[in-house]
């Protein structure tokens, strides 16, 4: 049996090397962030219906609701939706006093790798698009482009993208011979898909195309002169067309990633509201993956 010294001498030890653990675990633990000032954004400046500079945009409205509830002022670093945006907005410290830029992106893919993304409140997808009227109201389903006649056949002028699902697909169906392509990033960082269905849609270059759902229900909410036919497409031939639309933060920023986390579901009801002023299509949001021991 041990006698009274030892037994306090080993608690003594015992003491000593937990509080040298928890003296690891503390210097070990994230640095407190210093008081926010501004709720930053990292936004693209001509990116409708989801950003636009005059803050007109389905993400601006989310990030004014954010920025009030936080009590903070909102603040914008624009850059084109494009390679290296999040090099220049969110890692971007390259600032007088060594801090970031911004600090949040309103919009990515729920498996966007640059970022820590956070829960996701928006599941949408693409979608097939033409104008009613012109020779194509035949198509009431993307399954309608399987089983075209000769004649129905010829009449396709379909727009496709250099990137994104739809390309793969009209591959698939055998349609690429009908197909003029665009580039998903033109040099005018103000020409995007939209722009593409506004004028060369609109104006008879193509008479079909594929779009991010959310645009397709801006644009058949805003042009007024035409009635713009949005087909959400659902998986077919192994394509995926549905995604989970997040916000992104720093990976290091974990305290931030879970005030917006609790801010997505405090306002989840107001967020999709928004989204329905916006015509855009919503699936129901599928519930969360399970994280894995490396996962944010």
């Given at each position: 049996?041990?006698?009274?010294?030892?037994?306090?001498?080993?608690?003594?030890?015992?003491?000593?090397m937990m509080s040298g653990v928890f003296a690891l675990s503390v210097s070990a633990a994230e640095p407190p962030s210093p008081p926010r000032t501004a709720f930053k954004v990292c936004a693209p400046p001509y990116s409708l219906p989801m950003s636009d500079k005059d803050e007109s945009g389905y993400e601006n409205k989310i990030a004014q609701l954010f920025a009030k509830d936080l009590g903070l002022p909102l603040q914008y670093t624009w850059f084109p939706q494009r390679m290296g945006f999040v090099r220049a907005t969110l890692k971007n410290n390259e600032t007088e006093d060594g801090s970031y830029k911004c600090d949040i992106v309103m919009g990515v893919v729920d498996n966007f790798d640059l970022?820590?993304?956070?829960?996701?409140?928006?599941?949408?997808?693409?979608?097939?698009?033409?104008?009613k009227g012109r020779g194509l109201d035949f198509i009431k389903s993307q399954d309608d482009l399987k089983h075209l006649t000769a004649a129905q056949k010829k009449l396709l002028r379909i727009g496709v993208w250099d990137q994104g699902?739809?390309?793969?697909?009209?591959y698939k169906l055998g349609l690429m011979?009908?197909?003029?392509?665009?580039?998903i990033m033109s040099g005018d960082a103000r020409q995007g898909p939209g722009h593409i269905i506004e004028e060369d849609l609109k104006q008879d270059k193509i008479n079909l195309t594929f779009v991010w759902g959310p645009i397709g229900g801006y644009l058949a909410h805003k042009i007024k002169d035409a009635?713009?036919?949005v087909i959400p497409l659902q998986k077919d031939q192994g394509v995926k067309f549905d995604f989970q639309i997040a916000m992104a933060v720093r990976h290091p920023d974990t305290a931030?990633?879970?005030?917006?986390?609790d801010l997505i579901g405090k306002h989840q009801a107001k967020i999709t509201s928004i989204?329905?002023?916006y015509g855009v299509p919503q699936l129901e949001l599928l519930p969360p993956k399970k994280k894995s021991t490396n996962d944010d």
């Amino acid at each position: 049996m041990l006698s009274l010294p030892k037994i306090r001498g080993r608690i003594r030890l015992l003491t000593a090397m937990m509080s040298g653990v928890f003296a690891l675990s503390v210097s070990a633990a994230e640095p407190p962030s210093p008081p926010r000032t501004a709720f930053k954004v990292c936004a693209p400046p001509y990116s409708l219906p989801m950003s636009d500079k005059d803050e007109s945009g389905y993400e601006n409205k989310i990030a004014q609701l954010f920025a009030k509830d936080l009590g903070l002022p909102l603040q914008y670093t624009w850059f084109p939706q494009r390679m290296g945006f999040v090099r220049a907005t969110l890692k971007n410290n390259e600032t007088e006093d060594g801090s970031y830029k911004c600090d949040i992106v309103m919009g990515v893919v729920d498996n966007f790798d640059l970022a820590a993304t956070t829960r996701p409140y928006l599941r949408s997808s693409w979608a097939l698009v033409y104008f009613k009227g012109r020779g194509l109201d035949f198509i009431k389903s993307q399954d309608d482009l399987k089983h075209l006649t000769a004649a129905q056949k010829k009449l396709l002028r379909i727009g496709v993208w250099d990137q994104g699902p739809t390309t793969d697909w009209v591959y698939k169906l055998g349609l690429m011979d009908n197909a003029t392509p665009f580039p998903i990033m033109s040099g005018d960082a103000r020409q995007g898909p939209g722009h593409i269905i506004e004028e060369d849609l609109k104006q008879d270059k193509i008479n079909l195309t594929f779009v991010w759902g959310p645009i397709g229900g801006y644009l058949a909410h805003k042009i007024k002169d035409a009635e713009l036919i949005v087909i959400p497409l659902q998986k077919d031939q192994g394509v995926k067309f549905d995604f989970q639309i997040a916000m992104a933060v720093r990976h290091p920023d974990t305290a931030w990633k879970k005030q917006i986390n609790d801010l997505i579901g405090k306002h989840q009801a107001k967020i999709t509201s928004i989204l329905d002023e916006y015509g855009v299509p919503q699936l129901e949001l599928l519930p969360p993956k399970k994280k894995s021991t490396n996962d944010d």
